[in-house]
Antibody, heavy 118, light 109 residues
Framework: QVQLQESGPGLVKPSETLSLTCAVS?????????WGWIRQPPGKGLEWIGS???????YHNPSLKSRVTISVDTSKNQFSLKLSSVTAADTAVYYC???????????WGQGTLVTVSS | QSALTQPRSVSGSPGQSVTISCTGT?????????VSWYQQHPGKAPKLMIY???KRPSGVPDRFSGSKSGNTASLTISGLQAEDEADYYC?????????FGGGTKLTVL
């Protein structure tokens, strides 16, 4: 059974960089699929952040592209998100998920709340 | 890219059918047969219900169906049950990126 688990600081200061990691079990990242990040501000809808393929090719939401870095560590079977210059608007539950080329995500992590505040 | 347009809320009685629409543009919904739908209960992660417009993942009841016409995709839930009460989100491929809808709250009366 494929499982994903997000981890990282729950509180980040404004202007700093948010860093999250998604540990994958039950499937080898290097075997394929797209590995993505999606977020959801409190009480609001879902927003796609970006994804990475096992080859390392990345895809980003155009509205966030300049601040987003997604990377993969196949040795640890995990992938990561870095979002720079955060503001209060980046406060959200961040989900990691396993996706397919046509853009659907079949397996999701439980999500982790990241609050941006001084 | 702008979020896809969904109704804020829909409702129906047990046993009835409801349809949730998802309107985009020719650059997303209308341009690809890659629309997916997610169900989200409060405090839970989204669950994939439909992918590639009308395909159902294993384990999703056949009460859930998807379709598309032009720039608008639809999710139909027939034989409504109490456990269907949740938020529903559409998502479309938009050429190297994805865009979600704003979400629809389904209330089972």
């Amino acid at each position: 059974q494929v499982q994903l688990q997000e981890s990282g600081p729950g509180l980040v200061k404004p202007s700093e960089t948010l860093s999250l990691t998604c540990a994958v079990s039950g499937y080898s990242i290097s075997s394929g699929y797209y590995w993505g990040w999606i977020r959801q501000p409190p009480g609001k809808g879902l927003e796609w952040i970006g994804s990475i393929y096992q080859s390392g090719k990345t895809y980003h939401n155009p509205s966030l592209k300049s601040r987003v870095t997604i990377s993969v560590d196949t040795s640890k079977n995990q992938f990561s998100l870095k979002l720079s210059s955060v503001t209060a608007a980046d406060t959200a539950v961040y989900y990691c998920a396993r996706g397919y080329s046509s853009g659907w995500y079949g397996y999701w992590g439980q999500g982790t709340l990241v609050t941006v505040s001084s | 890219q702008s979020a896809l347009t969904q109704p804020r809320s829909v409702s129906g009685s047990p046993g009835q059918s409801v349809t949730i629409s998802c309107t985009g543009t020719s650059s997303d919904v209308g341009g690809y047969n890659y629309v997916s739908w997610y169900q989200q209960h409060p405090g839970k992660a989204p669950k994939l219900m439909i992918y590639d417009v009308s395909k159902r993942p294993s384990g999703v009841p056949d009460r859930f169906s998807g379709s598309k016409s032009g720039n608008t995709a639809s999710l139909t839930i027939s034989g409504l049950q109490a456990e269907d009460e949740a938020d529903y989100y559409c998502c479309s491929y938009a050429g190297s990126s994805l865009v979600f809808g704003g979400g629809t709250k389904l209330t089972v009366l």
